[in-house]
Each structure stands twice: as structure tokens, then as C-alpha cells.
């Protein structure tokens, strides 16, 4: 397992934040970012 930079995790989540409201998917916004569905997906919760 790999660990992100908490800094790198905050602006994946701002990201993440701004295109779910453009519909985009949690797997589109992932892959863009180079990390899991699952790992993005637990990181909104």
C-alpha cells in the first residue's frame, strides 16, 4: 500500500467535490487521479 500526501489527498477531494456536481464518476475522477474507485470512494465518506 502505498501512502498519499495528505496534501495530495486534499486536492483530490476538491477535485473529487467539484466534478461529482458535473456529473462525473467516482471511477473517472479515480483513474484520472491514479488511485482506486474503492480508495476515493472511502475517502468521501
Same mark, same amino acid.
Given at each position: 500500500?502505498?501512502?498519499?500526501?495528505?496534501?495530495r489527498k486534499?486536492?483530490?477531494?476538491?477535485?473529487? =467535490?467539484?466534478?461529482?456536481? =458535473?456529473?462525473?464518476?467516482l471511477e473517472q475522477i479515480a483513474k484520472s487521479h491514479g488511485i482506486t474507485k474503492r480508495t476515493l470512494n472511502t475517502w468521501l465518506m
Open positions: 500500500m502505498t501512502l498519499i500526501p495528505l496534501e486534499e486536492r483530490i477531494l476538491e477535485d473529487a =467535490k467539484d466534478r461529482i456536481l =458535473k456529473n462525473h464518476t
